[in-house]
């Protein structure tokens, strides 16, 4: 196994095209390589077989026939070992070994995936524009209409125009934001509608190379999805933007399917018969080895550099062996106004194949026995395959050995000769790439220098406007210095007129409350005297009318002398009853007077309490406008833009501790004014009850008089009874009286609650 890793690693750079990738490219695809060991007669592949390997012979022979006949031997080693076998799927040819042999299976997928997107770099100095994936538009500002004047979308039907505007999906995109990163699958399709981004791939030792810039209506990232291959750069936004994407599968329904025109070989011919004309976009040494006869080799990553030396009135087939390249190809001249199809399965020349060299490398390749040996590739079974001649007579075998030697040094010079004109084609090819290089190279050092002079140039501009932003930056800070002074100004005399404005305010409203509580004191004194005159007129009429009949009884006194002993008992009963119920009334309203002197009292408290509260709220609001007052000093005396923000600060502060002070203030009037309304509430209820127990006082003493008057009268007892029934009216009104005060009183203490509450 050791000899052949070994055998592996010394062909693996000589394999067409795996020579072409990166060592690490190389090292992932052979890590999933297969070896086939063969047995004589044993069969590689048949004629018509699908699957997915390339195969290269490293050791043995192998001979491919083609409907039972011989095609050509492939030997390990040879020139025509290190390009694939009948590569075309379904298998052209069939493979059978001859003898035991030693055969490579690379994964033909991944190996068009690598061959996809990886490549031949350009120079480092170059602009790498062969290895990007983006559709090359011109970039305006209105990014749809760019879009839908790109050759890409002038070819897509309006149906799946229309349907794709409707499907893309619009994204936010930051600055440095990797939309699409180099090695990975490819999953959207972008279009740029705003900002710019930049696309980069990574170059020799790791340093990334930019190779394009992309602004609005410019695309990207449709190779991946049209070879179905991992991404070969990276873009990345260079500011903060908008993209529209598209899914892979969305991108095939609507843009790959009708862009991209796939044919089979046999439509392919006739397309080329009719006028069209074969592109190979494979490497150079594969086209050269079975390239077809007639056509044009432009390898995909030059494609695009190499576009203009296409004809827009041809039309081309892009071919290589498998179809993954030249789909890529196809879509990519499709969207740059080509009429261009692909062969689906590849075509290559696998009959008849031209002589192709090996690699320069070749010229000395061991065998795997390492004696050198090498044999041309001619296309043909080899000259040791053909029928042995019969041996010569024995008397000319010097003179055959002698034609021998001479022909072996005829092929010997022919080979040669081949070989130096190889050799020299290829110098020549590669000393006019180097030519044109090193001319693309000085225009860019030109450009360089231009764009270094403008740039200086800009430079200079640069700093004579920094000069001038800072001369406006001083001229402004000063500007701003002085309005924020006036503006302190204003902010000072604002203050001060609502300071003043909300003290008249609180003045008046302290004012009208005051007026309020004396205008309802007064109209309930007034009201109270009026219900006393009323009571008054009625007693006194009640009074004349028990005269008239004190009057009618002295007429008749002398008819009750008889009762009067029996009326006197009665009377005083009467009187000592009267009495007792005059005492249960007073001690009934001094009992209420006095739960309702213990309720104000209690209520005195509470609004002394609640306004040694509203005091200390008061001192403190006062303290911190002090302090903010102090603050706001300090912050002005130190004020400038860079402190602006504290400032605001400071003076928002004030203003919060100049309304808790307003509302502190408030609240104490409001208590204070509680308290007064309370104790002179206190005051009346003292008051009250004193005229109550005068009234009582006056209105027994009447009564004890007109009994005096009634007991001579010869109707005692009628006018006791009436008696009784001024004295019930008596003390109805005197309850009424009470409960009109008691009502008036909750009515004076809910007012003075709610406006407290209010304030």
């Known amino acids: 196994m050791a000899a052949e890793n070994a055998l592996l690693e010394s062909r693996a750079g000589y394999l067409v095209p795996l020579n072409k990738l990166p060592a690490e490219r190389q090292r992932r695809l052979l890590a999933q390589a297969a070896l086939f060991e063969l047995r004589k007669k044993q069969q590689l592949f048949a004629q018509g077989d699908r699957d997915d390997y390339t195969y290269y012979v490293l050791e043995g022979t192998i001979e491919m026939h083609a409907d039972g006949s011989l095609i050509k031997r492939v030997v390990g080693g040879e020139a025509a070992s290190f390009q694939p076998l009948a590569q075309l799927q379904p298998r052209q040819m069939s493979a059978v070994a001859t003898g035991p042999a030693l055969v490579l299976g690379l994964r033909r997928s991944l190996l068009e995936q690598l061959l996809s997107t990886d490549s031949p770099a350009l120079p480092a100095t170059g602009t790498g524009a062969a290895d990007i994936e983006v559709v090359e538009v011109d970039s305006t500002d209105d990014w749809l209409v760019t879009l839908l004047q790109s050759d890409l979308f002038t070819r897509v039907p309006p149906s799946n125009v229309q349907t794709l505007l409707d499907t893309l999906e619009s994204i936010d995109v930051t600055a440095g934001q990797d939309i699409v990163r180099q090695g990975e699958p490819g999953d959207y399709y972008y279009v740029v509608q705003s900002g710019h981004c930049e696309v980069v791939r990574a170059g020799a030792r790791g340093r990334p190379i930019k190779l394009a810039e992309l602004g609005p209506g410019d695309t990207f990232g449709e190779e991946a999805l049209v070879s179905d291959a991992t991404r070969n750069a990276t873009v990345r936004m260079l500011s903060d933007g908008a993209l529209a994407r598209l899914t892979k599968e969305d991108f095939a329904r609507l843009i790959k399917a009708p862009l991209l025109d796939a044919v089979d070989l046999a439509e392919a011919e006739r397309r080329v018969a009719a006028g069209a004309r074969w592109l190979d976009v494979r490497f150079e040494d594969e086209h050269a080895h079975n390239g077809l006869p007639d056509s044009l080799n432009i390898p995909l990553g030059m494609l695009r550099m190499r576009m203009s030396e296409l004809d827009p009135a041809v039309s081309y087939v892009a071919y290589c062996d498998t179809g993954g390249r030249s789909s890529s190809a196809a879509f990519l001249l499709a969207g740059h106004g080509f009429d261009a199809c692909y062969v689906v399965d590849g075509a290559v020349a696998e009959r008849g194949a031209r002589p192709a060299a090996a690699p320069l490398r070749d010229a000395a390749i061991p065998d795997a026995a390492g004696t050198g040996a090498s044999a041309p590739e001619t296309g043909t079974p080899a000259a040791h395959d053909a029928p042995a001649a019969a041996p010569p007579p024995a008397s000319g075998a010097a003179e055959e050995t002698i034609a021998t030697a001479r022909r072996m040094m005829a092929e010997a010079a022919s080979m040669k000769a081949d070989a130096e004109r190889v050799v020299r084609e290829k110098l020549d090819a590669e000393r006019e790439r180097l030519a044109a290089e090193a001319a693309r190279l000085h225009d860019q050092l030109a450009e360089t220098a231009r764009v270094r002079e403008a740039l200086d140039a800009e430079r200079e501009a640069v700093d004579a406007e920094r000069e001038a932003i800072s001369a406006d930056a001083a001229r402004l800070e000063a500007d701003a210095e002085e309005r924020l002074r006036a503006a302190e100004a204003r902010a000072q005399a604002s203050m001060e007129a609502e300071r003043r404005r909300l003290e008249a305010l609180y003045q008046d409203q302290t004012e009208r409350l005051e007026a309020s509580r004396v205008d309802r004191e007064a109209a309930l004194r007034e009201q109270l005297r009026e219900e006393l005159a009323r009571e008054r007129r009625k007693f006194e009429q009640a009074f004349l009318r028990a005269t008239e009949e004190l009057e009618q009884a002295r007429v008749e006194r002398e008819a009750a002398r008889s009762a009067e002993r029996s009326a006197r008992a009665e009377a005083a009963a009467l009187q000592a009853q009267f009495e007792a119920e005059q005492q249960r009334l007073k001690q009934a309203y001094q009992a209420a007077l006095e739960q309702e002197r213990a309720r104000l009292q209690a209520e005195a408290l509470r609004l002394d309490a609640q306004r040694a509260e509203a005091v200390r709220a008061r001192e403190a609001a006062e303290s911190a406008r002090a302090e903010a007052e102090r603050a706001l000093s300090a912050a002005r005396s130190a004020a400038s833009p860079a402190t602006g923000p504290s400032l605001v600060e400071v003076e928002q502060r004030a203003n919060a501790a100049q309304r ?100």
């Open 660 to 759: 808790e002070l307003q509302q502190a203030r408030a609240a104490e009037s409001a208590a204070a004014a509680a308290a007064h309304d309370n104790r002179q509430e206190l005051e009346r209820t003292y008051g009250t009850a004193e005229d109550i127990d005068l009234l009582l006082q006056r209105e027994l003493a009447d009564w004890v008089e007109e009994q005096d008057r009634l007991q001579q009268s010869t109707q005692q007892r009628d006018a006791l009874a009436r008696q009784k029934d001024m004295i019930a009216r008596i003390r109805a009104r005197a309850d009424a009286a009470r409960e009109e005060h008691a009502s008036n009183t909750r009515s004076l203490l809910d007012d003075i609650e709610a406006q407290l509450r209010g304030r």
